[in-house]
């Protein structure tokens, strides 16, 4: 072989390489600005999507209804927002699951109309149907306690709907974050996951699915998901909850892996469910002892007695 013609080939080969390696980074396209700009593309069409699915909901009795016309205008001719609404009462409202102008103007309108329904019928019952035998004055009283009992009545309900709600959510949430971790895992994103596990724990607890929902529209809407996060933990009202917001949070701030926290804080909501139910049953013997006493004994007694009590009476002296 010509050494002269092999290395007149290695030198061409060597600058062709070197005029590549040196002009690729000027006509090739960034690559990364191409892939942020498909990633906002399509997170502005998730949130279209979200906002269109919303706005079908709301069409066809959506979370948050507006008012009857005429709840409205007796909450706002009475002004009842200043002297019956407080922040707890929203706040419990929101963690009862009712949400929404129409819920905040029938609670405030119940808050003014039960006592006064309440206390006109004891009335009229005690002093125009029936006296029962009773002085003007322990009549007097009866009716303002019917008063009170109407006052209280619409706070005593929704403290037990935000208990009940409370409750379903604290049964099924461990089963919720091995699914959220799993999907995580998976590589799903946090937005489709919410939405997924949303609807799978759906049959379980119905107020689960509501919130997972709610996040995952919030976080498709909103700018910043940590908003989404804490509204989440708000809504529902219960620490676990609030944990998981506050590793999401941090996880979103930092950009650490959320799937070790999650596997961690699903151990400790199954640890604490199984803490209640321990306590419940260590609490069941002293609350039996009652009825023990007052409906077992006796029958037990008379179980017992009844033979010895007939061979007395049959025995001849």
């Known amino acids: 072989m010509d050494t002269n013609l092999l290395a007149t080939a290695l030198a061409m080969i060597a600058a062709a390489a070197t005029v590549y390696s040196l002009a690729m980074p000027l006509v090739s ?21 979200e906002r269109d699915r919303i706005a079908a909901d709301r069409s066809r009795g959506s979370l948050r209804q507006r008012p009857q016309a005429r709840i409205k205008e007796i909450v706002e001719r009475f002004k009842l927002s200043d002297w019956l609404g407080t922040e707890s009462a929203k706040m419990q409202l929101m963690q009862a699951g009712f949400r929404g102008e129409r819920a905040e103007y029938t609670f405030l309108f119940f808050r003014l109309a039960t006592p006064i329904g309440l206390c006109a019928l004891a009335a009229l019952y005690l002093f125009v149907v029936a006296d029962l035998g009773l002085p003007p004055l322990l009549r007097l009283a009866i009716v303002m306690v019917a008063a009170y009992v109407g006052v209280k009545a619409p706070e005593i309900y929704l403290s037990n709907a935000k208990a009940k ?45 509501e919130e997972l929902a709610l996040a995952s529209a919030e976080m498709a809407y909103l700018n910043d998901r940590r908003l989404a996060y804490e509204n989440l933990a708000i809504r529902t009202g219960l620490e676990t909850v609030k944990a998981v917001s506050q590793a999401l949070v941090q996880a979103e701030r930092y950009g650490t892996p959320i799937g070790q926290a ?46 010895a009590a007939i061979q007395v009476m049959e025995t001849d002296w």
């Open 29 to 49: 396209g960034d690559n990364l600005d191409k892939r942020m700009k498909a990633v906002a593309v399509e997170r502005e069409r998730i949130r279209a999507r």
């Open 165 to 209: 709600r409370q409750l379903s959510i604290r049964r099924s949430w461990p089963d919720a974050l091995d699914l959220l971790l799993i999907c995580v895992e998976a590589g799903m994103s946090i937005e489709q996951a919410f939405k997924r596990v949303g609807l799978e724990v759906g049959p379980n607890s119905v107020a689960l699915a």
């Open 262 to 307: 999650l596997r961690v804080l699903a151990q400790e909501s199954r640890d604490q469910r199984m803490n209640e139910a321990e306590k419940k049953a260590a609490a069941l013997p002293p609350k039996l002892t009652v009825p023990m006493i007052v409906f077992f004994l006796p029958v037990l007694f008379a179980v017992l007695m009844t033979p």
